[in-house]
């Protein structure tokens, strides 16, 4: 069996290169405080558990989550409420939004070794966008594919091929990095990608990912590809 040199490495971007759901978690945490200030008379376990039910409903990245709470509640925006949960949950965002450790080193690291780099992410243009620019890791990239840009969601081929179409490299050329192995795994392998499982950004009490490497800190990542490219 012919070894494939690796040419590329894509990378998932939320649990795996950002820690999204600890950045969500305070953000909604300090909404919710915010908003009780501002008079919303609820308990904050009532908020928290209104909150979670629109975000299963309507999903995680749903950007109108407060509206939604206060139409529910009221039958109209309380506008007062409404921009004191915005405003706590952008600056908490903020200040929760940081990549992972050894992220951007690793991303240093791949592109010194001449390889391309691309993000496969289910999150919509604006919000992946965002992140990696306020992370300032969005001129690293050779490729970004969001949801935005497929209409699709892994484990779905159509991601992949996008963001390999653009980095111009086979599939056995490329690694596909990602938390989620039902997706990410699942997904890139199917298509012949080498896969990476992002076990340090696993909430899901991931037991077999069914990846070719499970790993515990984003470094790990340049040690394999420098092994497969020896082999190769």
Avoid at 139 to 165: C, N
Wanted: hydrophobic share 45%.
């Amino acid at each position: 069996m012919v070894n494939t040199v690796i040419h590329a490495v894509i990378f998932d971007l939320d649990n795996t290169l950002v820690d999204f759901m600890a950045m969500k978690a305070q953000a909604i945490d300090a909404a919710i405080h915010a908003m009780r200030d501002a008079g919303f008379r609820l308990s904050y376990a009532e908020l928290k558990s209104r909150i979670d039910a629109i975000y299963k409903e309507r999903g995680i990245e749903f950007q109108n989550v407060f509206d939604e709470l206060l139409y529910r509640e009221f039958s109209k925006i309380d506008y007062k409420i409404l921009s004191a949960g915005v405003i706590a949950y952008r600056r908490a965002r903020e200040a929760a939004l940081v990549a992972y450790p050894h992220v951007t080193m690793t991303l240093i690291e791949l592109s010194k070794m001449h390889l391309k780099l691309g993000v496969v992410s289910d999150a919509p243009a604006k919000e992946a966008w965002l992140r990696l620019c306020y992370l300032n890791l969005h001129h690293i990239f050779d490729a970004v594919v969001t949801f935005d840009d497929t209409g699709v969601r892994k484990p779905k081929p159509e991601p992949f091929r996008k963001a390999l179409e653009q980095l111009q490299v086979e599939p056995t050329q490329a690694m596909m990095v990602g938390d989620w192995a039902e997706r990410d795994m699942i997904g890139a392998a199917q298509l012949g990608m080498k896969t990476v499982f992002a076990r340090y950004g696993d909430t899901f009490g991931t037991k077999v990912s069914h990846a070719d490497y499970d790993v515990d800190d984003v470094a790990q990542v340049v040690e394999i590809v420098k092994q497969l490219n020896q082999k190769g």
